[in-house]
């Protein structure tokens, strides 16, 4: 376990850079999650300008641009600006934390409902008390892909009930409240919102830290005067301010009417066509050279695409609209498919490319607590992996490409002889570890690890 392991308590954006081994992180938050042709291009071609020429994909389906010198920093926001992708300021970016399903479908409402959170969010004098990392999530409910992505408010549509019906629940809370339209599903979350800031701003004079939106949820329960558990009257209302009349608490497992997913979006989610929308194309570990990028999104639109939209699952969706057969055409000559079967070397198009069951974060030298570079060794591993399991590589025991537990995980640590790796099995990156190994046992035979033998 590394004692001297840093938390980060924000995340960083296009205001606010971070700095890493490699230059600034520069994190582009997508309006409402998506990016036209022309703004993807842009990003490729500014990576290349102001940054070291790769792309990543982050898990709050934003894009970062690694390895910008800090005097390129300033050129950068005014080239963000001029297409679109820059909030007014660093207020506006912060709060704008959220992720929008990017498997919505047109008339759905789910984009109309982020702009509406977007703009009365940009409008809020009173949320400056909310946590650095407080985030939204806006769910069209066509898969439960979306459920494994935290966020301390999450606005679920409710179809069945009625195409503008939705369901606000705050993170750790069994209840949620039913809101009849988008304006009423905005003014309950502005409310939960508010309270929460009040909140934090009151933990804070006390001394202490607010912690985010789950632990709140027991203070929530007794101020909803709900009984701490298995209780079933709804509780009241009164005590949230700027509730409009009629919105009420129900139950949130009772919350969605039964959505079943549509097949294809069972299990987790994975490249391929999403009938009616696009394609999803993923990149190895979230990374990805803007060249290859900008050929990709070129390809795109030959191939008929309207957009790409960010998904918090280090993929792209190309938009296509009725027909994505195309999308998905452009996506496997992006990713040079045929010179590299099943996927190419910078895109992955098809479930089974054993790139997908890794991941890594951005260990040395891009990352300054990093005891070993973690990419290159994750994807040597990649073909040893068996099909349902995944293989985590960390650069420490902060674990930041992966907080769920993985089949293994392989957490770098230093020792007098050079990096050793902790052997996890069935855990995250900060446990104790099962055993360790030396660097150059795993280069010889990558396959030890899931060898049963
Ligand atoms: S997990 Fe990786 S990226 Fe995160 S702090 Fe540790 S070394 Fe850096």
Not at 109 to 126: E, I, M, N, R, Y
Not at 389 to 416: D, F, I, M, N
């Amino acid at each position: 376990m590394n004692s001297t392991l840093h938390i980060q308590g924000w995340c960083p954006g296009a205001w606010q850079p971070m700095a890493s081994g490699d230059g600034l992180v520069v994190r582009v938050r997508p309006p409402r999650g998506r990016l036209t042709l022309h703004q993807a291009l842009r990003l490729s071609r500014l990576a290349q300008v102001h940054g070291g020429g790769v792309l990543e994909l982050s898990s709050r389906a934003n894009v970062q641009l690694r390895g910008v010198r800090p005097e390129r920093h300033a050129a950068l926001l005014q080239s963000l600006a001029a297409c679109g992708l820059l909030d007014a300021d660093a207020r506006s970016e912060r709060l704008r934390n959220m992720v929008v399903d990017p498997l919505h479908r047109a008339g759905d409402g789910v984009q109309a409902l982020a702009l509406a959170l977007h703009q009365a969010l940009a409008q809020a004098p009173d949320l400056d008390a909310l946590p650095a990392k407080f985030g939204w999530a806006i769910d069209g409910g066509y898969s439960h892909w979306l459920h494994g992505v935290s966020a301390d408010i999450r606005l679920l549509r409710a179809p069945g009930v009625g195409s503008t019906a939705w369901r606000v629940q705050p993170d750790g809370l069994r209840w949620a409240l039913a809101a009849a339209s988008p304006q009423e599903a905005v003014a309950a979350g502005m409310a939960l919102a508010r309270w929460f800031a009040q909140r934090c701003d009151q933990l804070r004079a006390l001394g202490q830290r607010p912690g985010r939106m789950a632990t709140g949820a027991q203070e929530l329960e007794i101020a909803l005067h709900h009984p701490a558990a298995g209780g079933s009257t709804p509780p009241s209302t009164a005590w949230l301010a700027g509730l409009p009349a009629g919105v009420k608490w129900v139950r949130a497992e009772s919350a969605v009417p039964a959505q079943a997913p549509e097949r294809h979006l069972a299990g987790q989610a994975l490249p391929g066509q999403v009938p009616g929308v696009g394609t999803l194309v993923a990149a190895p570990l979230g990374r990805v050279p803007a060249r290859a990028w900008a050929q990709l999104v070129r390809a795109a639109r030959s191939g008929g695409a309207t957009g790409l939209r960010i998904t918090p699952w280090r993929m792209v969706l190309l938009e296509s609209g009725a027909d994505s057969a195309g999308a998905r055409d452009a996506a496997d000559q992006g990713a040079n498919h045929s010179a590299d079967p099943p996927s190419g070397p910078h895109w992955v198009t098809h479930p089974d490319d054993p790139r997908l069951r890794v991941s890594a974060c951005t260990g040395a030298t891009g990352c300054p607590q990093a005891h070993a570079p973690t990419q290159a060794l994750a994807l040597a591993c990649a073909r040893h992996v068996p099909p349902g399991a995944h293989l985590h590589v960390s650069g420490c025991a902060k674990g930041c490409a992966r907080q769920a537990p993985a089949t293994v995980t392989l957490r770098a640590e230093a020792s007098e002889r050079g990096p050793v790796w902790a052997v996890i099995r069935q855990g995250i990156a900060s446990q104790v570890a099962d055993e360790r190994v030396e660097e150059s046992i795993l280069q010889d035979n990558p396959g030890l690890l899931f060898d049963p033998h």
